[in-house]
């Protein structure tokens, strides 16, 4: 599984207090602890900043960048917020989200993805609804494969959005995301499949309950990376226990040595 940390978002309220109060030190921490307990990359969303989106995620990545080993998954639906990020900082391995079928936001996310050869999230979407059906965004997720791969972009630099939603707001929610799981890692193999994995269970009680079994059907239908808490310390137990069920742990190992990390 390819883990994205996503606990410096601008959209979490305690978050966004700590980031307009320039708390460089809590950036630096945040980053940290999420590579501690595993995670591949960061994801830095200064979204809720609006028109200081820019500023806010030029000075999160000043704050992030100060951990070694960090890679950085940079978050916004504007591609010319992304390319002053990577203007001012020319990151190794970074991955953009996202880019969708509207073809200024395609165009533009696509040039920076070729330009500092990036990865890219790609949201199976061609406005600003997001489709209900599995089979609409099957429609969409190949769309988008097929195009970002015709510009040469390698299929192991993309990652296709399932496009988790509540099951609070629509009980078919989860199911629909899954089947899209299912759909797309069934034509593509080698391409990645995330999502922002705690959203299923979105205003909704015992959230950890949710959240474990929709990761368990997850993966079970090919999801190989995720947006999630990986500070959780119930995270390594529950991803290993999907691992293991979805068939992808010989031996057990993976649970074995989660379990004895866990003890230890």
Same mark, same amino acid.
């Given at each position: 599984m390819v883990i994205v940390g996503e606990k410096l978002n601008s959209s979490i309220p305690s978050v966004q207090e700590k980031l307009a109060a320039?708390?460089?030190?809590?950036?630096?921490?945040?980053?940290?602890?999420?590579?501690?307990?595993?995670?591949?990359?960061i994801d830095l969303n200064a979204g809720a900043f609006l028109s200081?989106?820019?500023?806010?995620l030029l000075w999160m990545l000043e704050a992030a960048t100060a951990v070694e080993g960090?890679?950085?998954?940079?978050?916004?639906?504007?591609?010319?917020?992304?390319?002053?990020?990577?203007?001012?900082?020319?990151l190794e391995n970074a991955v953009l989200n996202s880019v969708t079928l509207e073809k200024e936001r395609f165009n533009g996310v696509l040039g920076l993805v070729k330009k500092y050869n990036t990865g890219?999230?790609?949201?199976?979407?061609?406005?600003?609804?997001?489709?209900?059906?599995?089979?609409?965004?099957?429609?969409?997720?190949c769309a988008l494969a097929d195009a970002l791969?015709?510009?040469?972009?390698?299929?192991?630099? &993309?990652?296709?959005?399932?496009?988790?939603e509540a099951v609070c707001a629509d009980f078919e929610a989860a199911r629909e995301t899954v089947e899209t799981i299912r759909l797309?890692?069934?034509?593509?193999?080698?391409?990645? &499949?995330?999502?922002?994995?705690?959203?299923?269970?979105?205003?909704?009680?015992?959230?950890?309950?949710?959240?474990s079994a929709f990761l368990a059907a997850a993966i079970y239908a090919g999801l190989d990376s995720g947006i999630m808490d990986i500070t959780n310390?119930?995270?390594?137990?529950?991803?290993?226990?999907?691992?293991?069920?979805?068939?992808k742990d010989e031996y057990c190992c993976g649970y074995m040595e989660a379990y004895n990390n866990l003890k230890g």
């Open positions: 320039r708390d460089a030190d809590f950036v630096k921490d945040m980053t940290q602890r999420q590579l501690e307990c595993g995670a591949d990359y200081g989106e820019t500023e806010m960090a890679k950085f998954m940079l978050d916004s639906p504007d591609y010319r917020v992304l390319a002053c990020a990577l203007e001012r900082f020319p890219v999230v790609a949201l199976p979407m061609d406005g600003k609804s997001v489709p209900k059906t599995a089979s609409e965004r099957f429609e969409k997720a791969v015709e510009n040469g972009v390698p299929e192991d630099k &993309i990652f296709i959005d399932a496009l988790v797309v890692r069934e034509k593509y193999p080698n391409i990645h &499949i995330t999502g922002g994995l705690s959203n299923v269970s979105f205003g909704m009680p015992k959230r950890k309950f949710i959240n310390p119930d995270a390594p137990m529950i991803l290993a226990a999907s691992q293991l069920v979805a068939g």
